[in-house]
């Protein structure tokens, strides 16, 4: 951020080398931050970070990209609609575009979300 001279827009990502990771990238993005009653702004930008990974993955031919649950625990984003947001547009985007996604949850939680949602 310092070089590019401002912060990144919530919503957005950005591509950098993974360095020592055992993968070849790290795509990060900003997610939108839920202080009081949850809003459709909210859910658009959480949207538009997921698509904005995944176009990302696609503009630079990589075939599968893992996400951690955008924008939850201290972001304050519900977990149940943070989830159902990113399966909801992952699906989306995998009808015209052959990439392979995995969720990977912190908490039971989250992954009895997930599956639910997956099942």
Do not use: W
Not at 27 to 34: E, F, K, L, S, W
Not at 54 to 74: E, P, W
Not at 83 to 99: C, G, L, M, P, S
């Amino acid at each position: 951020m310092t070089r590019q001279g401002h912060d990144e827009p919530t919503g957005q990502a950005k591509i950098t080398p993974a360095y020592n990771l055992p993968c070849d990238y790290v795509i990060h993005t900003v997610g939108p931050i839920v202080n009081g009653r949850l809003n459709d702004e909210h859910c658009e930008l959480l949207k538009s970070c997921y698509l904005s990974c995944l176009q990302l993955c696609t503009k630079n031919n990589i075939d599968s990209i893992a996400f951690c649950c955008i924008s939850t625990g201290v972001f304050g984003f519900p977990q149940r609609e943070a989830a159902r947001i990113a399966v909801d547009t992952v699906k989306e985007y995998q009808q015209e575009h052959d990439i392979k996604v995995v969720f990977n949850v912190f908490k039971d939680d989250d992954l009895n979300i997930y599956r639910e949602l997956l099942s």
